[in-house]
C-alpha cells in the first residue's frame, strides 16, 4: 500500500549520493549499511562516542565512515549530516539501547532532532523506519505515538522524505526473545494467536530503504511493508512444527493479561511491548501487489526463515540471527539482550496456561 504527497521534489538526483545511516549499529541499521555498500553508495553510519568498538569495526569493515554523532546532541547531528545527499534513520531504543536511551529520547526527540538537523544541513532527502497504523479500538502507547510524530514533522520538512510502515518483523516476534523458542519447540502465544499478519523480514525492510534513495515511487510517500504470506501466529508455529518434526509446547498469555500490563507497565519501552503484543491480534494484512510493481524485490516468506533457523538451531544448538548470506554475531547478540530485558520487565504477564499444539 503506497501513499504519495505533492510536494516540492529533492534539489538534485541521489544516484551518486552520499547516504548516511542513523542507527547504523542497530539491527536494521547495519543490515541497511551493508546493502548500501554492495549498491556501491558512499555510506556513512552516525554513531556514539559510546558505541560498541566492535561493532563501529564492523563499519569498518563494511566500507562505512563512521562519523560521531549523537541524536539527543542536536549540533553534533547538524555537523554529522554535512554534505550528506539522504539519511536512512532506522534507530529506535526499543531493540538495543544504552544508558539514557527511551522512547521518549530517541524515539521521539532523537527523530525530531534528526528532521531539523537534515533539514539545516541541506539534505535532500530522509527516509524513516515507522510502522502501520494500528486499529482505532486497540490502546495508544509511547512508540506509537512517537512515529506519528516524527512522520508529520517529516511532511512539514524542506526536503523529500518517504515513510516506511512495515508491519511485525518476523525474527523478533517469531524468536526466542518474545517466546518463540522453536530451539526448543515451545512459544508463547499472546492472546489468540489466530488474527493474520504478513510478517516481514529485517533484511527485506533494509532493501526497501536502500531501494527508495534511487526510486522516484519512494518521493514523498508513505509506504506500508509486508511480507509474502499471510499467516498467525498459530500458522507460524505449524511451519515450524512440519519443519523440525516436533510438537511445541504453547503457554497463552490472554488479552485480560496484556490489557493489565500495558495500564501496569512502570515504563514507556514496558507499555510499549504490551502494545505491540495486543496488536499481534487486531492489525490487518499488508496487500503488496502495487509496491513490488515499483520495487521488484524478493520477499523473504515464513517458511523459508523457518528453514533457515531449524537447520541453524539443529547444527550449532541455539538462535542464530541470518540476514543475507551469512550469520550477524552483533545481532544475535542484540537480540538476546533485548529478550532478557522483556522477560524481566514482563514476568508479570505470563502467567500462562500450557498446551501442546494440535493442528
Excluded at 503488496?288 to 515464513?302: A, D, G, W
Aim: net charge neutral.
Amino acid at each position: 500500500m503506497v501513499s504519495t504527497q505533492n510536494k516540492r521534489m529533492a534539489r538534485k538526483s541521489t544516484k551518486n549520493s552520499t547516504v548516511l545511516v542513523v542507527g547504523a549499529t542497530g539491527v536494521l541499521g547495519m543490515e541497511v549499511c551493508r546493502q548500501l555498500a554492495a549498491a556501491g553508495k558512499r555510506v556513512k553510519g552516525l554513531v556514539r562516542t559510546s558505541s560498541q568498538e566492535e561493532k563501529v569495526n564492523g563499519l569498518h569493515k563494511l566500507g562505512v565512515e563512521a562519523v560521531t554523532g549523537d541524536m539527543k546532541d542536536p549540533q553534533s547531528l547538524y555537523r554529522a549530516f554535512q554534505n550528506v545527499d539522504a539519511i536512512i534513520s532506522t534507530a529506535t531504543s526499543t531493540i538495543s539501547h544504552q544508558e539514557g536511551d527511551s522512547i521518549e529520547t530517541v524515539d521521539v526527540t532523537g527523530q525530531l532532532n534528526v528532521a531539523e538537523a537534515a533539514s539545516a544541513a541541506g539534505a535532500q532527502h530522509a527516509v524513516f523506519i515507522s510502522f502501520p497504523p494500528f486499529p482505532p479500538m486497540t490502546p495508544g502507547f509511547p512508540l506509537r505515538s512517537a512515529k506519528r510524530a516524527v512522520e508529520s514533522r517529516l511532511r512539514s520538512k524542506n526536503f523529500a522524505y518517504t515513510i516506511l510502515q512495515p508491519t511485525y518483523f518476523m525474527e523478533i516476534w517469531l524468536g526466542p526473545a518474545l517466546g518463540f523458542d522453536y530451539a526448543r519447540a515451545k512459544a508463547v502465544i499472546y492472546g489468540e494467536g489466530k488474527n493474520k499478519i504478513s510478517w516481514i523480514a529485517i533484511k527485506d525492510v533494509a532493501s526497501f530503504a536502500v531501494a527508495s534513495i534511487d526510486n522516484p515511487a519512494a518521493q514523498n510517500a508513505v509506504i506500508q511493508l509486508g511480507g509474502p504470506d499471510d499467516l498467525s501466529v498459530l500458522d507460524a508455529v505449524g511451519i515450524f512444527e512440519q519443519g523440525s518434526g516436533q510438537t511445541f509446547e504453547l503457554q497463552n498469555v490472554p488479552d485480560e493479561a496484556l490489557l493489565a500490563q500495558i495500564a501496569a507497565a512502570p515504563d514507556s519501552l514496558g507499555k510499549t511491548f504490551s502494545g505491540l503484543m495486543i496488536g499481534l491480534n487486531a492489525v490487518g494484512t499488508i496487500d503488496m501487489k502495487e509496491t513490488l510493481r515499483n520495487f521488484p524485490i524478493q520477499l523473504t516468506s515464513v517458511r523459508e526463515y523457518a528453514r533457515q533457523m531449524i537447520v541453524h538451531s539443529v547444527s550449532e544448538g541455539q538462535h542464530n540471527f541470518i540476514l543475507g548470506a551469512g550469520r550477524v554475531p552483533e545481532v544475535d547478540e542484540a537480540i538476546e539482550q533485548m529478550g532478557q530485558w522483556l522477560r524481566s520487565r514482563l514476568s508479570s504477564v505470563k502467567e500462562p496456561t500450557s498446551k501442546a499444539h494440535s493442528a
